[in-house]
């Protein structure tokens, strides 16, 4: 199994940016295509963006697409979510997760096989 440990989450005031990290070990990193889901007091967990195995192809949620990006490096067994643009309505616990095995539906949670903790983002307006 894979761990994955998010990281860089903080206060950040409504137009800033931020930059979260995933780490994963206790697996072939490159093996998955990997994505960010978060989840704000009293609402679901819901669909960020994705990344395939190589890095070759991203997809976000229409919430975030232009604002957002997602990357790797597989050579660090990382990926990053890079927010540009923050509004209060990104605030949330944002989930690093891992999918071992495509089965069509990317922007499901349940898709996805190993998850992180949490990394909380608040963004202040």
């Known amino acids: 199994h894979v761990q994955l440990v998010e990281s860089g989450g903080g206060l950040v005031q409504a137009g800033g940016s931020l930059r979260l990290s995933c780490a994963a070990s206790?697996?072939?990193?490159?093996?998955?295509?990997m994505g960010w889901f978060r989840q704000a007091p009293g609402k679901e967990r819901e669909f960020v963006a994705r990344i395939s195995r190589s890095g070759g192809r991203t997809y976000y949620a229409d919430s975030v697409k232009g604002r957002f990006i997602i990357s790797r490096d597989n050579a660090k067994n990382a990926v990053y979510l890079q927010m540009n643009s923050l509004a209060p309505e990104d605030t949330a616990v944002y989930y690093c997760a891992a999918d071992s095995y495509y089965s069509g539906r990317f922007y499901a949670e349940h898709e996805y096989d190993y998850w992180g903790q949490g990394t909380q983002v608040i963004v202040s307006s």
């Open positions: 206790g697996g072939t990193f490159s093996t998955y295509a």
